[in-house]
């Protein structure tokens, strides 16, 4: 198994409009601002360049009012990745600012559960407290590469690549996966949305957009455990914090490196 990965946030937006009511269902000071920070990630062994969610595009951010400080696939530049080099992504949930720009990337395969492609085209999205997070062209869009034969499903646990695997946690959405990342410095755990801040996954506070509250409150422990029961090696989906824990990488000022650990 490999354990050369390299693990990169890439900061493509940001929303200081919210209150900690938006982010956890218990919280004892509801009307305090909380700022929320969006992120991809890029894997890169030197050979393969894996990209774990895609962002949203500025039509999307005309469209729902959150206004992207920057295209997450031209990004990838500062770390000399092209969008078309990346040979594989890994979809987390298909809300939209984790699954815009699914027609960005020409040469890759997409990995995603089964379970959030049935949810996602499913009786649930007649309703529109469930379908919110959706949007209907992004997830048109991975039919359409359903279809086209570039979709890979998993069923709970699947691997990737040697030494990147997906685990199916759901509570925020129906099918929401974390990817486990081997490294140098130990398995490093991608947890996407099954853990927006440190502060839900740590203190055991919910998120308010959750399918299931069950699931989510017990895939805070999963996440642990992926991570090697190290909390540290725990990459929230939104934490403002990555960016103060962990190196800056070059001069542009949006992408941090996370398999060397904290700073």
Not at 53 to 81: C, F, M, S
Not at 135 to 156: L, N, Q, S, W, Y
Not at 208 to 221: L, Q, T
Not at 227 to 241: M, Q, Y
């Given at each position: 198994?490999?354990?050369?990965?390299?693990?990169?946030?890439?900061?493509?937006?940001?929303?200081?409009?919210?209150?900690?009511?938006?982010?956890?269902?218990?919280?004892?000071?509801?009307?305090?601002?909380?700022?929320?920070?969006?992120?991809?990630?890029?894997?890169?062994?030197?050979?393969?360049?894996?990209?774990?969610?895609?962002?949203?595009?500025?039509?999307?951010?005309?469209?729902?009012?959150?206004?992207?400080?920057?295209?997450?696939?031209?990004?990838?530049?500062?770390?000399?990745?092209?969008?078309?080099?990346?040979?594989?992504?890994?979809?987390?949930?298909?809300?939209?600012?984790?699954?815009?720009?699914?027609?960005?990337?020409?040469?890759?395969?997409?990995?995603?559960?089964?379970?959030?492609?049935?949810?996602?085209?499913?009786?649930?999205?007649?309703?529109?407290?469930?379908?919110?997070?959706?949007?209907?062209?992004?997830?048109?869009?991975?039919?359409?590469?359903?279809?086209?034969?570039?979709?890979?499903?998993?069923?709970?646990?699947?691997?990737?690549?040697?030494?990147?695997?997906?685990?199916?946690?759901?509570?925020?959405?129906?099918?929401?996966?974390?990817?486990?990342?081997?490294?140098?410095g130990g398995p490093v755990c991608l947890a996407s949305d099954a853990t927006h801040?440190?502060?839900?996954?740590?203190?055991?506070?919910?998120?308010?957009?959750?399918?299931?509250?069950?699931?989510?409150?017990?895939?805070?422990?999963?996440?642990?455990?992926?991570?090697?029961?190290?909390?540290?090696?725990?990459?929230?989906?939104?934490?403002?914090?990555?960016?103060?824990?962990?190196?800056?990488?070059?001069?542009?000022?949006?992408?941090?490196?996370?398999?060397?650990?904290?700073?």
């Open positions: 198994m490999s354990a050369d990965w390299q693990v990169f946030a890439i900061k493509y937006a940001e929303r200081n409009t919210r209150t900690r009511a938006d982010s956890f269902i218990f919280d004892d000071h509801p009307a305090a601002q909380h700022g929320m920070d969006y992120f991809v990630w890029l894997l890169t062994d030197g050979v393969r360049n894996i990209l774990v969610d895609t962002g949203y595009d500025t039509e999307e951010a005309a469209r729902r009012d959150r206004p992207i400080l920057r295209d997450p696939a031209k990004a990838l530049e500062a770390l000399n990745v092209t969008a078309e080099s990346i040979d594989t992504v890994i979809i987390t949930h298909l809300h939209y600012d984790h699954a815009g720009g699914l027609d960005r990337y020409p040469n890759a395969q997409f990995h995603l559960q089964e379970v959030e492609m049935g949810f996602a085209t499913g009786p649930c999205m007649c309703d529109p407290t469930l379908s919110m997070p959706y949007t209907a062209d992004h997830v048109c869009e991975m039919v359409k590469h359903v279809f086209a034969g570039r979709v890979i499903f998993h069923k709970g646990d699947g691997e990737v690549a040697p030494g990147i695997t997906v685990h199916r946690i759901g509570g925020h959405s129906r099918g929401l996966q974390a990817v486990r990342v081997e490294t140098e801040y440190y502060e839900n996954f740590l203190q055991r506070k919910p998120f308010p957009i959750v399918v299931d509250v069950a699931d989510m409150v017990m895939g805070f422990d999963t996440l642990t455990s992926l991570a090697g029961n190290e909390t540290s090696r725990v990459i929230p989906g939104h934490d403002p914090l990555v960016t103060e824990y962990y190196g800056a990488v070059g001069t542009s000022g949006f992408v941090w490196r996370l398999d060397k650990g904290r700073k």
